[in-house]
């Protein structure tokens, strides 16, 4: 299973960027999907996080600006961010929980997408 992401890219504060990532490979259903971000010098923190019912979970530093979503059919987690800010900057990694047997999953990670908000 591999984890492409993309939209990254460099920002004016106050502006968006949406970033999206599909998985592809041996999935036979995708369970939570999420964005961590670590910005240089700090520990990789969570962002956003979706279940495959939908359920959202923010950062409460990114409540209100950004916004999670997912297509279950195309195994893809798309996260919306406004009202960018310098603090946002860093590089985001999308996480998946996939299962690729009806009770087996496994966690991957995709190679991070570099998000650089300047003032």
């Given at each position: 299973?591999?984890?492409?992401?993309?939209?990254?890219?460099?920002?004016?504060?106050?502006?968006?960027?949406?970033?999206?990532?599909?998985?592809?490979?041996?999935?036979?259903?995708?369970?939570?999907?999420g964005w961590y971000?670590?910005?240089?010098?700090?520990?990789?923190?969570?962002?956003?996080?979706?279940?495959?019912?939908?359920?959202?979970?923010?950062?409460?530093?990114?409540?209100?600006?950004?916004?999670?979503?997912?297509?279950?059919?195309?195994?893809?987690?798309?996260?919306?961010?406004?009202?960018?800010?310098?603090?946002?900057?860093?590089?985001?990694?999308?996480?998946?929980?996939?299962?690729?047997?009806?009770?087996?999953?496994?966690?991957?990670?995709?190679?991070?997408?570099?998000?650089?908000?300047?003032?």
């Open positions: 299973v591999q984890l492409q992401a993309s939209g990254g890219g460099l920002v004016q504060a106050g502006g968006s960027l949406r970033l999206s990532c599909v998985a592809s490979g041996n999935i036979f259903n995708s369970n939570t999907m971000r670590q910005c240089p010098g700090k520990q990789r923190e969570l962002v956003a996080t979706i279940t495959s019912g939908g359920r959202t979970n923010y950062a409460d530093s990114v409540k209100g600006r950004f916004t999670i979503s997912r297509d279950n059919t195309r195994h893809t987690v798309i996260l919306e961010m406004n009202s960018l800010k310098p603090g946002d900057t860093a590089v985001y990694y999308c996480n998946a929980d996939i299962l690729y047997r009806a009770k087996d999953a496994l966690d991957y990670w995709g190679k991070g997408t570099q998000v650089t908000v300047s003032s």
